[in-house]
């Protein structure tokens, strides 16, 4: 007899002769959503990740992509759609409806960001989409071009009083164009906001020279640095990162207090079925968590960081109101 139908008995004995006809319904209920769990997926899943091809949630996108196909026994096929600080991707699995196989991996923390840059979104974040789970952080590491003659973050500062600097951002209202516009705030520096579709060509112009400044995922930009092709200035987080040996982080450089970095998660269209998502949710924290993806992840700066759906969406509803202060008081609005 089949798992589903076994289990299903079992619930329906306990109901007892007096059960009632909702209750029955309710069993039933159960029984043909667990009959579909088990069917899905039917053909390959779409992952859709909102950036250009090599930034931080691509790089993980592709990193558990052939795990997570295996385990879910379709294919998992990536989809960059890049553009409007991940909005067009993100509108698209928002508007999927109930395909039931169509999936966003983003940086959520940007994606928390949109409702309160963007004045016209075609989806509401918080509506339209749903949690399935946290992957990982990566700090956001400030760095300049070899070129730019400072050690620390007072030099830098310093120097964008005297001079023109140009700091390039993933997107204009993502969470390194918002980190960087905090730190402004907190030290007086100065600098122009140049704007890019993603981290990987922001990342690529400050190596060439284009920009001087950047704020970015570690995950994304530690490669460069590490081929000294960029040097790190301070690390936005609340310790120091061996990785890139002793550098002082920004809140030890003058700003008490300041955490900032990039949050990778998958969300999903709101009406995907609680089963699905559970199912997902759980093959992604088992991945995530194995001993050789940690590993890849760790080498590159990242920390595993694991949620369940409600988590998932309970964190996104505290970085939607924390960013919201920030947006504000840089009275930055996109149409």
Not at 132 to 160: C, F, G, I, R, T
Not at 182 to 207: F, H, L, R
Not at 238 to 245: D, E, I, N, Q
Not at 278 to 294: F, T
């Amino acid at each position: 007899m089949p798992s589903s139908r076994r289990t299903f008995l079992t619930q329906l004995s306990t109901l007892g002769a007096t059960a009632t006809l909702g209750s029955l319904g309710a069993a039933g209920t159960l029984l043909s959503s667990t009959a579909k769990a088990a069917d899905w997926p039917t053909r390959p899943i779409r992952l859709v990740v909102p950036y250009p091809a090599g930034g931080s949630s691509d790089i993980i996108a592709r990193l558990i992509s052939r795990q997570l196909g295996e385990a879910l026994g379709q294919p998992i096929v990536v989809d960059n759609r890049p553009g409007a600080n991940g909005n067009i991707g993100a509108a698209m699995v928002a508007q999927a409806g109930a395909d039931n196989h169509t999936l966003l991996l983003c940086d959520v923390g940007a994606l928390a960001i949109s409702p309160s840059v963007y004045t016209k979104l075609t989806f509401d974040p918080g509506k339209d989409l749903r949690g399935v789970s946290m992957l990982a952080y990566s700090p956001h590491l400030l760095v300049v071009h070899p070129s730019v003659q400072v050690s620390n973050l007072k030099e830098l500062v310093d120097l964008s009083k005297r001079t023109q600097l140009n700091f390039a951002v993933t997107a204009i209202g993502s969470a390194p164009h918002l980190a960087g516009v905090a730190v402004a705030q907190a030290t007086g520096a100065k600098w122009q906001y140049v704007p890019y579709k993603g981290g990987a060509q922001a990342v690529a112009d400050t190596v060439g020279g284009t920009a001087q400044v950047l704020m970015n995922g570690m995950l994304a930009t530690l490669p460069q640095v590490q081929a000294g092709k960029l040097k790190v200035i301070a690390v936005s987080k609340k310790t120091r990162m061996p990785l890139v040996g002793q550098v002082p982080t920004i809140a030890e450089q003058g700003v008490p207090g300041f955490e900032s970095g990039t949050w990778q998660g998958v969300m999903a269209p709101a009406g995907m079925p609680d089963a699905l998502v559970a199912r997902i949710s759980s093959e992604l924290i088992r991945i995530i968590r194995s001993p050789e993806v940690r590993a890849q992840l760790a080498g590159q700066g990242a920390e595993v960081v694991t949620m369940t759906p409600p988590e998932t969406n309970k964190f996104f509803v505290a970085e939607r109101a924390r960013w919201a202060t920030v947006v504000k008081q840089a009275d930055i609005r996109l149409d």
